[in-house]
């Protein structure tokens, strides 16, 4: 049972174009969520996160908004360029529950030259 | 050292072997992640560690896997009797304490083991 879901595996975008990443979860209860990076032979890194009382965040190129009613989140990437490929984890936490990250399948964003 | 540090970074095995996989954490990070990336799959949580105790081991996939932490600081995940369905990358991640919202994982770079 996902509880965080990236519906798509990989995405293959125009260097300078919008990356838009999306991710939906079914947990209710979640309220914090964050966006982690990877490269290959890498461990994952930190992008950005948002916390359910506000609907977007921003931070230089990268904006992650959030829709509670759709418990939908996207992650928008602008403009877009070659060091952007990568692997994209969405994730999504309770504070003051379990604490836990649960983390989606990630998406794989290609940026084209 | 700066980040999470991983050994090995390669690890194959055959089929029935015990494993031993090492994670140091960041200096100062009490809570320490165990979490398993098979291929296609996101990040499946393993266990975490706040100081030396292990008040979460849900994630452990069967009594064939266990993990230590000795002096709050280094941890070992093992694998005993190491199946195929084992192969995947072990991540490890610290943080400063284990809580949600503004406390940042740091992760290592991951041993991948294959089991043949």
């Not at chain 1, 952007?84 to 290609?110: E, M, N």
């Not at chain 2, 005993?80 to 992760?107: K, P």
Request: proline share 5%; charged share 20%.
């Amino acid at each position: 049972d996902q509880q965080v879901k990236q519906n798509s595996p990989s995405l293959s975008v125009q260097e300078g174009r919008i990356s838009i990443l999306n991710c939906d979860y079914t947990n209710s209860m979640f309220d914090y969520f964050l966006w982690y990076k990877k490269y290959p032979a890498e461990g994952p890194t930190f992008l950005i996160s948002i916390s359910s009382i506000k609907d977007k965040n921003e931070d230089g190129r990268f904006t992650v908004f959030l829709n509670k009613s759709a418990k939908h989140l996207s992650l928008h990437i602008v403009p877009s360029q070659p060091g952007d490929s990568a692997v994209y984890f969405c994730a999504a936490s309770s504070v003051g529950g379990d604490d836990k990250i649960i983390f989606g399948k990630g998406t794989r964003l290609h940026i084209l030259p | 050292g700066a980040g999470v540090s991983q050994s090995p970074s390669n690890k194959v095995t055959e089929k029935g072997k015990d494993v031993e996989l090492r994670c140091d954490p960041i200096s100062g990070h009490t809570a320490l992640y165990w979490y398993r990336q098979s291929l296609g799959q996101g990040l499946e949580f393993l266990i975490y560690f706040q100081g030396n105790s292990a008040p979460d081991k849900s994630g452990l996939p069967s009594d064939r896997f266990s993990a230590e932490r000795t002096g709050g600081s280094v941890s070992t995940l093992t694998i005993q009797r190491t199946q195929q369905e084992d192969s995947a990358v072990y991540l490890c991640a610290s943080s400063r304490w284990h809580g949600a919202g503004d406390n940042e994982q740091f992760f290592g770079p991951g041993t991948r083991l294959t089991v043949l």
